[in-house]
């Protein structure tokens, strides 16, 4: 079992920035690819961004390219999702999750998908005024 827990959230005016964390209790946290999803009131869980074990491959949706970027400290099981810009429709609570990689042998794996990932956080408001 895996625990995630997020932190980093909070309130803030757009164009201002966040950095979110995830602590992760995994016994090797280098199997797993980490993503980061957010869900609105009202609409469903959607991915944000998503970043390899060996954190050499990452991936953005479109709307936050530019402006966020993910990350992960291996040595301490952490990943960072640094967001900048930040606009009101990002308002959100920000979930990461844990993908298990058994085959993953170039450490370049990861997914978009919510049912591809094993583990979740409990998730962290952010929330941006205009």
């Known amino acids: 079992q895996v625990q995630l827990v997020e932190s980093g959230g909070g309130l803030v005016q757009a164009g201002n920035s966040l950095r979110l964390s995830c602590a992760a209790s995994?016994?090797?946290?280098?199997?797993?690819?980490m993503g980061w999803f957010r869900q609105a009131p009202g609409n469903e869980r959607e991915f944000v961004a998503a970043i390899s074990r060996t954190g050499g491959t990452t991936v953005y949706t479109d709307s936050v390219k530019g402006r966020f970027t993910i990350s992960r400290d291996n040595a301490i099981k952490t990943v960072y999702l640094q967001m900048n810009g930040l606009k009101p429709e990002d308002t959100a609570v920000y979930y990461c999750?844990?993908?298990?990689?058994?085959?993953?042998?170039?450490?370049?794996?990861?997914?978009?998908?919510?049912?591809?990932?094993?583990?979740w956080g409990q998730g962290t408001q952010v929330t941006v005024s205009s």
């Open positions: 999750a844990a993908d298990r990689t058994y085959t993953d042998y170039s450490g370049t794996y990861y997914s978009v998908l919510p049912p591809d990932y094993d583990y």
């Open positions: 995994a016994r090797t946290f280098s199997n797993y690819a």
